[in-house]
């Protein structure tokens, strides 16, 4: 089944556009990163959504709680890096006491979620437990913030 095409500089003879935005190198590599897709698609065993709830939304299912201190101490580095790697950062207004208050955030797809709870050290939500699924082996990263200072406490008196 072909899904798409991506032309290249050794196409110049049969196709007279797109030839001079990518040499063959790069559109190999274009296609590969398509046929990963289905395998980033596909979901993922132990993180199971939520389920229902008076506020909880259907279209998104996947909820991931932070700690409301790591939150305010990490604020400037996590809104940065969801808008750098494009996640979402939808919190549901939800808060949780449990050994420590914790603001929940909501997730359309899953690996959204399991990117966000990987990097920020979140909890998990599948009903109002948490829940501690394993780090799954080839999960992807995010790209880093480059020229970010490292987090210091001194700096917050």
Request: aromatic fraction near 16%.
């Amino acid at each position: 089944m072909t899904l798409g095409w991506v032309y290249c500089g050794d196409d110049k003879q049969r196709y007279s556009f797109g030839v001079s935005k990518l040499s063959s190198d790069e559109a190999r590599r274009v296609g590969r990163a398509f046929a990963h897709i289905p395998e980033f698609m596909m979901p993922r065993q132990g993180f199971y959504p939520r389920g229902g709830g008076p506020r909880w939304r259907a279209d998104r299912p996947y909820h991931v709680a932070l700690e409301d201190r790591y939150i305010r101490e990490h604020w400037d580095e996590i809104d940065a890096l969801c808008k750098l790697n494009s996640l979402p950062f939808n919190a549901t207004g939800e808060v949780i006491e449990n050994g420590g208050v914790w603001r929940v955030h909501e997730f359309t797809w899953q690996m959204d979620a399991i990117l966000f709870w990987a990097r920020f050290e979140g909890r998990w939500l599948r009903g109002t437990e948490f829940h501690f699924p394993e780090l799954p082996e080839n999960l992807p990263s995010l790209k880093p913030l480059t020229n970010w200072p490292k987090f210091n406490p001194r700096n917050l008196r």
